[in-house]
């Protein structure tokens, strides 16, 4: 919605880099208005109820007068990466080809800071379209250490996540899913090159990545469902407003009512 397609002086490629997105989301398309409107339920509904797949969806939203089919569900559940075989989101498809990790956090006790991050990718609604957020933490101190945003689903953001969270630290184990994104090797080359070992979660390990999950229903009944956001530009501003909020002001009962950063930093209240 951003892009000016008869601009003279900044090319497209440009004006998608000085808004912050990939390559690929000059070739956006919105799709049909009801069709948005769908996923915009499915996301309150599977935000509420992570363990609902397309059949328990479809009938949630013929109760509430929506005459849809499964088909139609199926399908747009597999845009925003619901698959209904998962109890949560899996926003990352394997790619067969890459390498895939043994899990290494079974039975750890994660007890310090840059022990272990993690990562995961969820869908954010927009008036007239979607973007997916990816998110650093480091676990110990709930501490979002960077965050992107892109209108597809490729590697590019999530490299760049990678890059900025390193500035801040760097971790002795980053688990992910096995999702294309996480398991290419610009992704992991850059996390074996500065000596981190690398965990991926099983299939079907909904508690694996339980921290991230949690910020995503903070960040949405918190932020994105109060506010609606209309656009791209709109939501990287309400998102970083949210996650810096998150990170120094919001107290966490489970780190003693301190916030992610004074825990992350070292700091006493």
Same mark, same amino acid.
Request: some cysteine; charged content about 25%.
């Given at each position: 919605?951003?892009i000016d397609r008869t601009n003279e002086f900044i090319s497209i490629a440009r004006q998608a880099v000085l808004l912050g997105l990939s390559r690929s989301a000059i070739y956006y398309e919105?799709?049909?208005?009801?069709?948005?409107?769908?996923?915009?339920?499915?996301?309150?509904?599977?935000?509420?109820?992570?363990?609902?797949?397309?059949?328990?969806?479809?009938?949630?939203?013929?109760?509430?007068?929506?005459?849809?089919?499964?088909?139609?569900?199926?399908?747009?559940?597999?845009?925003?990466?619901?698959?209904?075989?998962?109890?949560?989101?899996?926003?990352?498809?394997?790619?067969?080809?890459?390498?895939?990790?043994?899990?290494?956090?079974?039975?750890?006790?994660?007890? @310090?800071?840059?022990?272990?991050?993690? !990562?995961?990718?969820?869908?954010?609604? /927009?008036?007239?379209?979607? =973007? *997916? +957020?990816?998110?650093?933490?480091?676990?110990?101190?709930?501490?979002?250490?960077?965050?992107?945003?892109?209108?597809?689903?490729?590697?590019?953001?999530?490299?760049?996540?990678?890059?900025?969270?390193?500035?801040?630290?760097m971790p002795e184990i980053f688990n992910s899913d096995q999702g294309s994104q996480f398991t290419s090797e610009e992704f992991v080359s850059y996390l074996e090159h500065n000596g981190v070992?690398?965990?991926?979660?099983?299939?079907? @390990?909904?508690?694996?990545?339980?921290? !991230?999950?949690?910020?995503?229903?903070? /960040?949405?009944?918190?932020? =994105? *469902? +109060?506010?609606?956001?209309?656009?791209?530009?709109?939501?990287?501003?309400?998102?970083?407003?949210?996650?810096?909020?998150?990170?120094?002001?919001?107290?966490?009962?489970?780190?003693?009512?301190?916030?992610?950063?004074?825990?992350?930093?070292?700091?006493?209240?």
């Amino acid at each position: 919605m951003l892009i000016d397609r008869t601009n003279e002086f900044i090319s497209i490629a440009r004006q998608a880099v000085l808004l912050g997105l990939s390559r690929s989301a000059i070739y956006y398309e919105p799709v049909d208005t009801y069709d948005i409107e769908l996923m915009r339920l499915i996301d309150e509904q599977y935000t509420k109820t992570p363990f609902y797949g397309s059949r328990r969806m479809v009938v949630t939203l013929r109760g509430i007068g929506h005459k849809v089919n499964r088909k139609r569900i199926q399908r747009l559940m597999r845009v925003m990466g619901i698959e209904a075989i998962y109890p949560k989101p899996r926003l990352s498809k394997a790619n067969p080809e890459h390498k895939i990790y043994p899990y290494l956090l079974r039975n750890l006790e994660i007890n @310090r800071n840059n022990h272990v991050w993690g !990562t995961d990718i969820t869908y954010i609604r /927009l008036a007239k379209g979607w =973007v *997916y +957020l990816v998110a650093i933490m480091d676990w110990f101190s709930r501490y979002v250490l960077s965050w992107e945003l892109s209108t597809s689903l490729d590697v590019e953001f999530c490299v760049r996540a990678l890059e900025q969270a390193f500035t801040i630290g760097m971790p002795e184990i980053f688990n992910s899913d096995q999702g294309s994104q996480f398991t290419s090797e610009e992704f992991v080359s850059y996390l074996e090159h500065n000596g981190v070992r690398v965990s991926m979660d099983g299939k079907g @390990r909904a508690i694996d990545n339980i921290f !991230t999950e949690r910020l995503w229903r903070s /960040l949405k009944y918190e932020e =994105v *469902y +109060l506010r609606d956001y209309r656009d791209v530009r709109e939501s990287r501003s309400g998102i970083g407003s949210y996650l810096n909020f998150y990170n120094y002001e919001r107290p966490h009962q489970s780190l003693g009512y301190r916030t992610p950063a004074d825990v992350y930093y070292g700091r006493n209240n």
